[in-house]
């Protein structure tokens, strides 16, 4: 059952055009990574999706209700972490959690102790003294004491430590074992990696891959490391062979997933002593869409 | 030479400049705008020595006196009623003017991180500090300046150059003095609100320690740089040793800042912030709660100044009554209207005063909503189920209350005051219903902010360019002499004279109509656009 639902999305301001027809499907209880660089439209999505901007066309439903003119009725059962969380100066860290809480319905104080031990936050100290990564801890707590069915975290570790990073990820399985849906927008690829079930990279206000990362890394490049008896000639002239580095006798390369087999063919004749592969890690696959960017970009001298 | 503290204040200098290029240019026009443009409109009112010391009668009170300071009644010339009217009230604007710039050039950017950066270059520990200083010095020397040789210019029989330069000086002083009070607030306070309510708490200090010296003793006076301000008598026997003590105090002031912020650490202070609260009451938890929380202090304040203001309004009333008695020749000019008491006549003068100034904290309460959005606060109030409606009837709800209050708490202040010293007082129903009428008015205005807020959220500050163009049209003007139609361009020009006048429903019930209309297309709007964050 799919929790969010959005089609061929467009969103304008002005002239520009921040979204183009984005597709996203959000299925009960996953992880769904939203990555992509700054400016591609994410941010936009995700306020559509809150209701709090207005589509220029097509289609976004949340728990099968419009995000526009279902807002509140949607946001009784989600929680939103924005990356830059900008809170009321002159209230605590305490109140505001309260707040939050409160405004969704939910009973705070069973989750809430608990969330601030883990996190480290004195609720007591005004918002005017908290730095980012604090601020960002206030939304955290506040999202997971109310205990929503669905989560929307906009880069929502920009400011934490290694520490509390762990202990958000830690919070987001927990709410994934309880069956909740969660889309993670992030920088951070190896937290994504780490917590996403399925991912979309967006750019330019598209949608350019989405699917589970090993789908995704069946559409891209392997990464060998091999050794020969022989020296292996030009070896970047082979097709499929990418960014070639040679070390003595050992090379390392990546391989077009569809390359694969007549790569490892050509290179078998010269003697395999070491063969080493490795799965692209999913900077590898945003690199690669982001080189490819820059090519069509650039006129391709990468 | 500069000790190493000061590294590269030059530099900071011109970015301090460049950062307030506009700002502090718009401060010296609209001061000295005013400055000039008083002597010329009482040259207009009071052509003559005998009218002069009609209005100097009328002014030789203690309630006046507390107010304005003494002046020189004897030898009420253009220059000396300019001096008298118009000298304090500028000195403390200047005194304000001085106390936002310096707090927001430094505990502002100190608690932003702004000035993380600049330290972090090679500039010295306290350039900052000394650059705000030396701009703000330099721009009060401006102001005396100009201020001084635009009043002579004015070329009035009364207002030679000495006194005009003596009178740009005070104001300049002032502002020296007040740069140096909030330099020091600014090393004190933790936050840059703290540092602003602590250099403002000052200049209220000054002035009421002032107010009471001069109704009682001459020497308390001495003790408050807004009492050397008066005693300056620029115009009159025109005294410079209170300027010099003034620009001594504010280099005592300045040594002073420099030591607060030499043995500081970067984003300490010296007064700390309480440990709040860990839970948020029942109240907190509603968009209504929170509206009000956010504004609970300014609220408080401008309740605070609307009752005092009604207070020091119906404090002159009981000494006119006198007064008028006794002077022929005032009540022959005076009296227009039939049945009604010279001091009765009075009344809707101040009522628009206070009616227009009561418009002030309700519209400031209606665009916390716009200044919420600006901050990307709204957004988690949004993404909670809160609907857009809810946010923004909310919000106006604080702001139709809020004008209720502060109209009524100036009334009651005024009545209040105007009992204890009038032998024959008011009845309450009449000076309650007189400031009430300006109810309907107030409505149209915040209404007229929500539809802003709806529709053009880019300018929403337009609301302020009617404020100030009410004010202009139906309090000024009489004494500007516009035609008729412009006062109605304004609410406040369709609103009863009471007392004066009968009180006619029409209007009322217009206004109110308009009032309406304006709150729901605000709604209308608001619920279809973007919100920015």
New interface residues.
Partial sequence: MSVVEVRNLYKKFGKFHALNGVDLTLNQGEIYGFIGPNGAGKSTTI?IL?????ASGGRASIFGKDTWKD??????R???V?G?????????G????????????GDTKRKREELLERFALD????C??YSKGNRQKV?LVAAFASDPELF?FDEPTSGLDPLMEQVFQEYVQEAKDAGKTVLLSSHILSEVEKLCDRVGIIRQGEIIESGTLSELRHLTRTNLLVETKKLIPLIGEVKGIHNVGEDGQTLSFQVDAEELDSVIRHVSQYGILKLESAPPTLEDLFMRHYEHKQETNTGGNS | MFPSTSYNVGSLIKFTIRKDRIRIPLWLIGIIFFTVLIPVALDDMFPTQEERDVMAETMANPAMTAMVGPGDIENYTIGAMTTHNMLLFTAVVVGLMSILLVIRHTRTEEEDGLSELILALPVGRLANLNATLFVLTVTHIILALISGFSLYALGLDSMDLEGSLLYGAVLGGTGIFFTGIAAVSAQISESSRGATGLSIAALLLAYFIRAIGDVSNETLSLFSPLGLVTRTEAYSTNVWWPVLLLAGFSALLFLLANYLNAIRDWGAAFLHARAGKTYASRFLQTPIGLFFRTQRTAFISWGIGMFVLGLSYGSIMGDLESFFQGNELLEQMLVAEEGYSLTEQFIPALMIVMGILATVPPIIAMNKLIGEEKKNRTESILAAPVSRGKLMASNLAIAVMNGFIMISLSGIGLFLAAETVMEDGFSFGMIYGASLVFYPAMLVMISFSAFLIGFAPKLTGLIWVYVVFSFITNYLGGLLDFPAWVEKLSPFGYIPSLPVENMEWAPIVMLSLIAIILAILGFIGYQKRDIAG
């Fill in positions: 306020r809150l209701g709090i901007l207005k807002a509140v009725e949607i946001h009784k989600l929680a939103y924005p830059d969380v900008n809170l009321w100066p002159n209230l605590t305490g109140e505001v959690i309260d707040l939050f809480v409160g405004l969704r319905g609720p007591s100290k005004k005017r003294t939304a929307i």
